[in-house]
């Protein structure tokens, strides 16, 4: 079977740094996502990795090692709008989907 | 970035009536779309793929006479709960594929209808 591991709950604190680990089992690899989602609200796109390595944007980055089944993102100088759940998503070589939980990130002062 | 809209945002019926929701990509034109439902504190749900001009698919447990979907354009898929009950109240968000070349067709999703069936 197809599936996405990544904890269910995460603290960290406010100017902190926080990773989020995603490890997947699924049948063919098209690129691995990353999203957030707010309480309430539909997820938002974060980032896209197809190739092994390192992509950076602003505070958020995102690592994938195709060989383990392995991503992560990296969330640097947390603040407290960055309490959101963070899902992780990869597609499949049907080009389909498949998610993760998602992570729950809570921010403390 | 690309952007997709959903309408209405929240709807109240009551049992056995039929909603309809539209979800429309507004500034990329998408051949293919899907439906998702959230119930509180659980992850997405899809229910469907929706790709223009054929019929939708239907993930395994969803009922396609419940659930219609129509994908009638490039940038409009409705999704139609007939007969709702209150066991259909949850969050039901549509996403639109972005065409390659923008972050590898992403996903972009819409902000979601809130559906409660009294």
Known sequence: GQNIDQPTEMTATEGAIVQINCTYQTSGFNGLFWYQQHAGEAPTFLSYNVLDGLEEKGRFSSFLSRSKGYSYLLLKELQMKDSASYLCAVRDSNYQLIWGAGTKLIIKP | ?118
């Open chain 2, 1 to 118: 970035g690309a952007v997709v809209s959903q309408h209405p945002s929240w709807v109240i019926c009551k049992s056995g009536t039929s909603v309809k929701i539209e979800c429309r990509s507004l500034d990329f034109q998408a051949t293919t779309m899907f439906w998702y439902r959230q119930f509180p504190k659980q992850s997405l749900m899809l229910m469907a793929t929706s790709n223009e001009g054929s019929k939708a698919t239907y993930e395994q447990g969803v009922e396609k006479d419940k659930f219609l979907i129509n994908h009638a354009s490039l940038t409009l898929s409705t999704l139609t709960v007939t007969s709702a009950h209150p066991e259909d109240s949850s969050f039901y968000i549509c996403s639109a594929r972005s065409p390659a070349g923008d972050g590898g067709e992403t996903q972009y999703f819409g902000p979601g209808t809130r559906l409660l069936v009294l």
